[in-house]
Every structure is written in C-alpha cells, then in structure tokens.
C-alpha cells in the first residue's frame, strides 16, 4: 500500500506560478501510474493531469493543457505538477492519486481509477 502526501500550495496572483509535489512511501514508486485532480468548493472532484508509471506518457485536462505539466522522478518517489500562467478557476484543493499500472505507457483519467489518495494541498489564486 502506497502513503502519498501533497505539498506546495498556497496563495498566488493571477499569472503566477506554482510547483506541487507528492511524495510516495509505502509502496514499489515504479510501478504506479499517477495523476492529479483537484475540487473547488461546491464543485465535484475533476481530473487535471496524469502520468504513465515510466514517466513516458502524459495526458492533461483541456483547462491545463499548455500551462501545467506533471513529471514524474521514480528515484525520488515523487510526483510534480508546474503550474504556470494560473487563473482564479484554478483554485481548488488539489489531489495526488497512484495506481498500479500494468504496461510502462499505461495512465487513467478516472478517480475511479484510481485506489490511492493524498490528502491534498489547497492552491489559491487571486485576482
């Protein structure tokens, strides 16, 4: 079983940038696709970004694409998401979400994909 644990959120204005981080223990890093999602208040949980177990292969939601990037450092069983030019659409509590994958290319999109859960970090953008 895999322990994930979020960092790096905060307060940014508009057009500012931050990097989140989830870091894994627990469980074999490599072997895990991973991805983020994030809720805003009053809104259901939404799929932001993913990565493949190798690192190889990335999918990003349509509202992010071009101005977040996740990446994925098995040495360090960690997972990073770059978020730049942010808007305040962006703000939400964002989660870190691992599953285990069975080919190197594989990622999901679905929460329901997905088995387990950081406990998130809130990201604020002002206007």
């Known amino acids: 079983q895999v322990h994930l644990v979020e960092s790096g959120g905060g307060l940014v204005q508009a057009g500012g940038s931050l990097r989140l981080s989830c870091a894994a223990s627990g469980g074999t890093f490599s072997r895990y696709a991973m991805g983020w999602f994030r809720q805003a208040p009053g809104k259901e949980r939404e799929f932001v970004a993913t990565?493949?177990?190798?690192?190889?292969?990335?999918y990003y939601a349509r509202s992010v694409k071009g101005r977040f990037t996740i990446s994925k450092d098995n040495a360090r069983n960690t997972v990073y998401l770059q978020m730049n030019s942010l808007k305040p659409e962006d703000t939400a509590i964002y989660y870190c979400?691992?599953?285990?994958?069975?080919?190197?290319?594989?990622?999901?999109?679905?929460?329901?994909?997905?088995?387990?859960w950081g406990q998130g970090t809130q990201v604020t953008v002002s206007s």
């Open positions: 979400a691992a599953d285990v994958a069975a080919f190197s290319h594989t990622y999901y999109t679905e929460a329901g994909d997905y088995h387990y």
């Open positions: 990565i493949s177990r190798s690192g190889s292969t990335t």
